[in-house]
C-alpha cells in the first residue's frame, strides 16, 4: 500500500514509517496539517493516517474537508485524546478507525489491513491476473499455473507493479518512484538486482518468461514475442 502519515512527531513518524517499510509499504510523512492535505489532494495514496493535533490545520478539519470534496480514502486517526467523545468526534468527522495513542505497531497495522480490506470501494481490485501468474492483494498470495511463488515485501510491490501496468514498458524512474519512493536515481543496481531475484521465482521453471527486459527502456510483463 502506499500510505501518507500527517504527524508533526518527527519521531513518532520515522519509527511508523520505517516499520511500515519493512512490511513493504510506500510511505510518504507530512508533518503540517496544510501540507498534508495538499498531498492528500494531490496524489493517490490507500490509506492516510492522522494525527488530531498538528500544526497549521488540525486533523479532524484535513479529514472533514476531503470528506467534502468527494475523496474517500480510507483515514485512520491516532491521538493521544482517547475518551469516547473524542473517538466518537472523530469517526463522525470521517475517519474509519481511531486508535489512541501510544499504541502497539501490531494492531495498528492489522487495523490498516482490515480497514482497507472491508472498505468495500465499488471497483477495488482484490485480484490481479496476467496470464497464468495470479495475486491476491488481500492474502499477498502469489501462483503461476497454479504453483505458490514466495515472495518478500519489496518483491511483492514490484510485481504488483509490472502487473498493473502489463503490457506496458516501465521506466527505471517508474520503479523507483512507485516501489521504492524514490524521487531521484540513487545510483545503485536495486532495481536489476530485485528483478533478477523476481526472475528466478516467476520465470525460472517456466517454458515461456514473463519479465522482459526492454532495451534502453525499461522492463514489461507479459508473453515473449
Not at 38 to 46: G, L, V
Not at 87 to 102: A, E, I, M, Q, T
Amino acid at each position: 500500500m502506499k500510505i501518507l502519515i500527517i504527524e508533526d512527531d518527527r519521531v513518532a513518524s520515522d519509527y511508523l514509517a520505517k516499520a511500515l517499510s519493512e512490511k513493504g509499504h510506500v510511505t510518504d510523512q507530512v508533518a503540517d496539517g496544510m501540507e498534508g492535505l495538499m498531498h492528500a489532494n494531490s496524489e493517490p495514496y490507500d490509506v492516510l493516517i492522522i494525527d488530531r493535533m498538528l500544526p497549521s490545520l488540525d486533523g479532524l478539519s484535513i479529514i472533514e474537508t476531503l470528506r467534502k470534496a468527494g475523496k474517500d480514502t480510507p483515514v485512520m486517526i491516532v491521538s493521544a485524546l482517547g475518551d469516547v467523545n473524542e473517538r466518537v468526534r472523530g469517526l463522525r468527522s470521517g475517519g474509519d478507525d481511531y486508535l489512541v495513542k501510544p499504541y502497539a505497531f501490531a494492531e495498528l497495522l492489522a487495523r490498516l489491513d482490515i480497514m482497507v480490506n472491508r472498505r468495500g470501494i465499488p471497483g477495488t481490485e482484490t485480484t490481479l491476473t496476467v496470464l497464468d501468474l495470479e495475486m491476491d492483494l488481500l492474502t499477498r498470495e502469489v501462483k503461476r499455473a497454479d504453483q505458490k511463488i514466495e515472495l518478500q515485501p519489496r518483491e511483492f510491490l514490484l510485481l504488483e507493479y509490472l502487473m498493473r501496468h502489463s503490457g506496458q514498458v516501465v521506466t527505471r524512474t517508474m520503479l523507483l518512484e512507485s516501489v521504492w519512493d524514490y524521487h531521484f536515481d540513487p545510483q545503485t543496481n536495486v532495481i536489476d538486482v530485485h528483478i533478477s531475484r523476481l526472475r528466478s521465482k516467476v520465470d525460472k521453471d517456466f517454458e515461456k518468461p514473463l519479465i522482459q527486459t526492454i532495451r534502453g527502456a525499461g522492463y514489461s510483463l507479459r508473453e515473449a514475442s
